[in-house]
């Protein structure tokens, strides 16, 4: 009889239990285990120093490996050189050679394997077409701006004919507007090209936008792998809600609970509630009108509160109900929420995943 059970996504990088010590101290990677699927944009999330960079810094050979394993489509790359690897770096700083041409700046690593110029020429030049830079080969990189920078970054990565891509938060030195444009084209070569990005990055906003799968890290070690939907509606752990953002983790008899900022609501101290619904005094603390809506910050009520202390509960009014019923910093209020609003919290168990 068949299985109807689906066959996995094969692994474009499996970790074993990797980990990085440096001298006595606490690791800088705690023993991780992760599955990467094959042609899937994984994002590495996290705050400083909680690992992720080493994490990348590890599987590209530029970090040695205390202990564990880095298998890349079943091949044991963990004591391989970085170029023997499968692999190709793309550094936050782009890393571009300022007295070269864009066009010899992709063709470089084929000049250092003795490839001849006719050959890496005409490979560079297909693959700065490929970036929409074909028109500016013979700049150099004072003469670009960032974006064009970055296309050049990636072309060059790209030259090598690697199975994994590996950014190291490419955007980060990017404008705002610039950064929004730049993430929207590492999205679309990345299902052109059919590779495995792997892409470290602190902003939750670019990893959801760009990830099939988050790896959220804290202190060394994995809090949460998923989908950004399920990592961002299903926190595994009050680090990854905080974190995240949008969500109040609010102390229940049963527990901690996450309860996003949008599906918390607020009423007078004396308004009736609907049946049901789980309550909580609280005092407002902070009124921030963000155009669409007005965000109110709150403490619970009866808490001491400081010059300095800042909310310790969010909530998301429209910028019609606000209106129509105005709070004042000051104003005690109810904060109320329904069961299936209120997502348990708890330490998560290493987690292993595969991209979908």
């Not at 980990?19 to 999330?45: F, H």
């Not at 670009?144 to 004919?161: E, F, H, M, P």
């Not at 199975?163 to 929004?180: K, M």
């Not at 998923?226 to 926190?235: A, K, Q, T």
Request: hydrophobic share 45%; charged share 20%.
């Amino acid at each position: 009889m068949q299985s109807l059970t689906p066959e996995p996504t094969p692994a474009a990088i499996e970790i074993v239990a990797l980990t990085k010590r440096y001298a006595q101290g606490k690791p800088a990677v705690d023993a991780i285990n992760l599955r990467i699927a094959s042609g899937s944009y994984c994002c590495l999330l996290g705050p400083s120093g909680c690992g992720k960079s080493t994490t990348l810094r590890m599987i590209a050979g530029h970090e040695s490996v205390t202990s564990g394993d880095i298998l890349l489509e079943n091949r044991n790359i963990t004591d391989l050189p970085a170029a023997a690897r499968g692999t190709a770096m793309m550094f936050q700083s782009f890393a571009l050679f300022p007295h070269l041409s864009a066009l010899d700046n992709v063709a470089f690593s084929l000049k250092m394997k003795g490839v001849a110029k006719a050959e890496r020429q005409a490979k560079a030049r297909d693959l700065l077409e490929r970036v929409a830079m074909g028109h500016l080969a013979e700049r150099k990189p004072a003469e670009l701006s960032g974006g064009q920078q970055q296309r050049v970054a990636l072309a060059r990565a790209l030259i090598t004919q690697p199975r994994v891509l590996l950014l190291d938060e490419p955007l980060s030195a990017l404008d705002p507007f610039l950064r929004i444009q730049m993430r929207a084209e590492l999205r679309r070569w990345q299902k052109e090209l059919g590779l495995t990005f792997i892409h470290v990055t602190h902003s939750q906003e670019e990893a959801m936008a760009l990830a099939d799968t988050m790896v959220v890290m804290n202190h060394g070690v994995i809090e949460q792998v998923g989908s950004p939907h399920e990592v961002y509606n299903r926190p595994a752990s009050e680090f990854v809600a905080r974190f995240m953002g949008g969500h109040n983790v609010i102390d229940t008899p049963e527990g901690k609970v996450g309860v996003r900022t949008d599906h918390l609501q607020i009423v007078p101290a004396s308004a009736e509630l609907p049946w049901g619904a789980q309550r909580m005094q609280a005092v407002v603390t902070d009124v921030e009108y963000q155009g669409t809506y007005v965000l109110l910050g709150l403490q619970k009520q009866g808490v001491a509160l400081s010059a300095n202390a800042t909310a310790a509960y969010s909530v998301m009014v429209s910028e019609a109900t606000f209106a129509a019923r105005p709070y004042q910093v000051g104003q005690g209020v109810q904060l109320h929420w329904t069961p299936d609003q209120a997502h348990p919290l708890s330490v998560p168990a290493p987690a292993m995943a595969v991209a979908a």
